[in-house]
């Protein structure tokens, strides 16, 4: 009961009661609530007193805990005082069922106060590795034909020779030699399968895969093209010389049978290196007067040099190069579907490369295929 309760009560009851009565219940009152008061405050403080104590015990563990940070990172003395000061209110209410955690004030770096990634900014331009300089059908001609297979006829000797004539005698009588050569033309293909949610969740693959099966088509091309034209062309018998003296002896070997030489074909490292060739020994770098180097072209007489990089290393092709020719029945398409085989039920889609193509080394020799390391 309240005391303003009580209060009420004990006036109810001096009504019609003498002095002395009234004195006697007002002293009893008094020593009542004089004991109340006086347990209450006992109670406050014995609650006081605990949770001081708790407070204590919990700023003895920070102190213990500080001081053995501070001889770790030789921080200043003045840390338990900071931390305190700047938790005060927490520590204000500390109670034993209610504990409270103090961190230390430190720099914000993305490893330790950043959760998850960071905004990034993207490129939707595929960084692709790039084709080659020059392919093989950059040099040559081009035969489309309707079937599979082409023929062409070659001449290859003949007798007799034109000659004046003896009044009266027979003329001179010649024959010619020809051979129907034949060239199968085949597939040359591949393909490639992703799902639609890699299609979906990567935009940038509708570009970049019909460009990177062209690519990678083209390289094996023109891998095989050197091949066929390794294998065809007249082999060089040049065996002395730089490479520029080798080149241009090529090159005089072959207008001496009337062919026109118009592109001579060397890998990466022997273009770079012919750059070097000194016009005499210890004359430094500058050229011989036969070579030329104008708008990003190497020539030598005149005749373009090409960085073939489909060419081994070493290996050098000088040609008239009208007389090859690429033969094409069906030319370099690009298709996607997404039925193809199990494409509908996976949700996946192929991509296909392919062309049905041939090399026709018409003339092999109007093409010489040298090696610069001959001796």
């Not at 914000?108 to 960084?127: C, E, I, K």
Request: charged residues 25%; aromatic residues 8%.
């Amino acid at each position: 009961m309240e005391l303003k309760e009580q209060l009420e009560a004990l006036s109810s009851k001096l009504e019609g009661k003498s002095k002395e009565q009234i004195k006697a219940d007002l002293t009893a009152f008094e020593k009542k609530n004089n004991e109340l008061i006086e347990t209450s405050i006992k109670s406050v403080r014995e609650e006081l007193a605990a949770e001081m104590k708790a407070i204590q015990d919990h700023a003895d563990t920070l102190d213990v805990k500080l001081q053995a940070k501070q001889k770790q990172e030789k921080k200043s003395p003045d840390a338990i005082k900071a931390l305190i000061t700047e938790n005060y209110k927490e520590i204000g209410s500390v109670k034993k069922a209610k504990p409270i955690e103090i961190k230390a004030v430190a720099d914000m770096t993305l490893g330790a106060s950043l959760t998850g990634d960071q905004p990034r900014d993207y490129n939707f331009n595929t960084v692709m590795i790039p084709s080659q300089k020059v392919n093989v059908s950059d040099l040559v001609g081009n035969v489309n034909i309707q079937g599979g297979t082409y023929t062409y006829p070659r001449e290859t000797g003949g007798e007799g020779a034109i000659a004046t004539q003896t009044e009266g005698a027979s003329k001179a009588q010649v024959d010619f030699d020809l051979t129907m050569v034949d060239l199968n033309t085949d597939f040359l293909a591949g393909f490639c399968r992703y799902s639609k949610k890699m299609k979906n969740n990567l935009p940038f693959l509708e570009s970049f895969v019909p460009k990177a099966l062209r690519r990678d088509y083209l390289k094996k091309e023109n891998a095989n093209f050197y091949a066929v034209i390794a294998a065809a062309a007249t082999a060089s018998a040049v065996t002395s010389g730089n490479k520029i003296e080798r080149l241009i002896s090529e090159i005089s070997t072959l207008e001496g049978l009337n062919y026109d030489v118009n592109a001579i074909a060397v890998t990466t490292a022997d273009w770079w290196d012919i750059q070097i060739t000194e016009k005499s020994t210890g004359a430094g770098y500058g050229l011989p007067g036969v070579v030329t180097y104008e708008n990003g072209v190497l020539r030598i007489n005149g005749i373009a040099l090409v960085k073939g990089n489909w060419i081994a290393a070493n290996k050098y092709i000088v040609g008239d190069w009208s007389r090859v020719n690429k033969v094409t029945t069906e030319g370099i398409t690009l298709e996607f579907s997404e039925v193809e085989g199990t494409n509908f039920v996976e949700n996946n889609i192929t991509g296909r490369v392919e062309a049905q193509i041939g090399l026709a080394v018409e003339q092999p020799a109007a093409v010489i295929f040298g090696d610069f390391t001959s001796a």
